[in-house]
């Protein structure tokens, strides 16, 4: 069983771009949730993907949108980058059964650097 | 999903047992007490998580009281590399998704 990936680890942008985070959940994973991590601050959900459909959404903005594909890859668009974007970006795979008991695998991250 | 309150940070020497507190006092009847925990540069890992009963695995053990308003991580002997964030989580059964809430977590620091 391979891990959870995320690629790039560091990117730098400027305000007003847009950027693509991507991941590579775990295989057989049917769920993929991103969050975002400022600086000495917990994790926040941004939304969550199943069977490639959204599945739920925290308290973020449109210009935060996602895919999810069927060879359990996913990524996180961001549009319009502002400095408060600036933050470690999560990715995590499960096999959603409902329940609340799934166990949440998380990628390291991608540090976005909004200048 | 139900609030839980932590303390901000704890200190515990290498080789030693650790217990991490979390009060949940208004927990429903249909959430489930998860803790994961984060090693500097990492993404949050799973740890441990339970309903009503005691749990024990490989990582830790989860001691819940009898009224499930506060719930602690026992870390039976503390290492090195158990110095991480801690956090505790509530997760509602009837919840279609399974997206986590965390909050701010407890700093583990681990002298040697």
């Known amino acids: 069983e391979t891990g959870v990936t995320q690629s790039p680890t560091h990117l730098i942008k400027t305000r007003g771009q847009q950027v693509t985070l991507r991941c590579s959940s775990q295989s057989g994973h049917n769920t993929v949730s991103w969050y975002q991590q400022a600086l000495g601050q917990g994790p926040q959900f941004i939304f969550q993907?199943?069977?490639?459909?959204?599945?739920g959404r925290g308290n973020f903005p449109p210009r935060f949108s996602g895919l999810q594909f069927p060879n359990y890859s996913s990524e996180l668009n961001v549009n319009a980058l502002e400095l408060d974007d600036s933050a470690l970006y999560l990715c995590?795979?499960?096999?959603?059964?409902?329940?609340?008991?799934?166990?949440?695998?998380f990628g390291p991250g991608t540090r976005l650097t909004v200048l | 999903d139900a609030k839980t309150t932590q303390p901000n940070s704890m200190e515990s020497n290498e080789e030693e047992p650790v217990h991490l507190p979390c009060n949940h006092s208004?927990?429903?009847?249909?959430?489930?007490i998860h803790w994961y925990r984060q090693l500097p540069s990492q993404g949050p890992e799973y740890v441990i998580h339970g309903l009503t009963s005691n749990v024990n695995n490989r990582m830790a053990s989860l001691a819940i009281a009898e009224d499930r308003k506060s719930s602690t991580l026992i870390l039976h002997r503390a290492t090195l590399r158990d110095a991480a964030v801690y956090y505790c989580i509530l997760r509602d059964l009837r919840n279609a998704g399974n997206m986590l809430t965390f909050g701010g977590g407890t700093r583990l620091m681990v002298k040697p």
């Open positions: 995590a795979s499960s096999f959603l059964r409902g329940g609340g008991t799934d166990t949440q695998y």
């Open positions: 208004t927990i429903s009847g249909t959430d489930y």
């Open positions: 993907y199943y069977r490639e459909e959204e599945n």
